[in-house]
T-cell receptor, first 111, second 112 residues
């Protein structure tokens, strides 16, 4: 069965420092990977998806099939980046539209 | 569009009571998902529907949980009887095929 692993529950960085939120997955087919973000008191929203290959709010993520990873990166953290981040995978047992999430990483940017 | 609408926002109930959570998806979306969010387990998929038909309910914890989608604009998640370990935030999300999920604001359930 498909699985998404986010090893860090909490990541604290100083403002201006680089950020890397880790995500690894297990899936036998060709996955579609996403990052969702939940800011304080707001609903979960899409940050980016791997097929778009775009940068949103300075964040990028590259799908590495060899390492089965989809890490989220930003060169310089901002205070407004503090939020909960979830990596997600579409596909697998239960139908291709099934979206499985990791346990999430709370990013705390220290001023 | 108001987005995905969930009600109630907060629910506090006593153990053993029945709880019903409600969701109105975005008009035109043909997929609807129910997730449970806890600190320990993150976002767990409970069940999802396509065109009002349940496709995968393997995440439903036990027989106390049931979900229905009587029409394209309404879904319910029911817990009967509720237990303290059911306390969590329950999210509903909807989407089109192969498109990102759109989430509601969630229902925070507390079972005492």
């Amino acid at each position: 069965a498909q699985r998404v692993t986010q090893p860090e529950k909490l990541l604290s960085v100083f403002k201006g420092a680089p950020v890397e939120l880790k995500c690894n997955y297990s899936y036998s087919g060709s996955p579609e990977l996403f990052w969702y973000v939940q800011y304080s008191r707001q609903r979960l929203q899409l940050l980016l998806r791997h097929i778009s290959r775009e940068s949103i709010k300075g964040f990028t993520a590259d799908l590495n099939k060899g390492e089965t990873s989809f890490h989220l990166k930003k060169p310089f953290a901002q205070e407004e980046d503090s939020a909960m981040y979830y990596c997600a995978l579409r596909g697998g047992s239960g139908g291709y539209q099934k979206v499985t999430f990791g346990t999430g990483t709370k990013l705390q940017v220290i001023p | 569009d108001a987005g995905v609408i969930q009600s109630p926002r907060h629910e506090v109930t006593e153990m053993g009571q029945e709880v019903t959570l409600r969701c109105k998806p975005i008009s035109g979306h043909d997929y609807l998902f129910w997730y449970r969010q806890t600190m320990m387990r993150g976002l767990e998929l409970l069940i999802y529907f396509n065109n009002n038909v349940p496709i995968d309910d393997s995440g439903m914890p036990e027989d106390r949980f049931s979900a229905k989608m009587p029409n394209a604009s309404f879904s319910t998640l029911k817990i009967q009887p509720s237990e303290p370990r059911d306390s969590a935030v329950y999210f509903c999300a909807s989407s089109l095929a192969n498109s990102p999920l759109h989430f509601g604001n969630g229902t925070r359930l507390t079972v005492t």
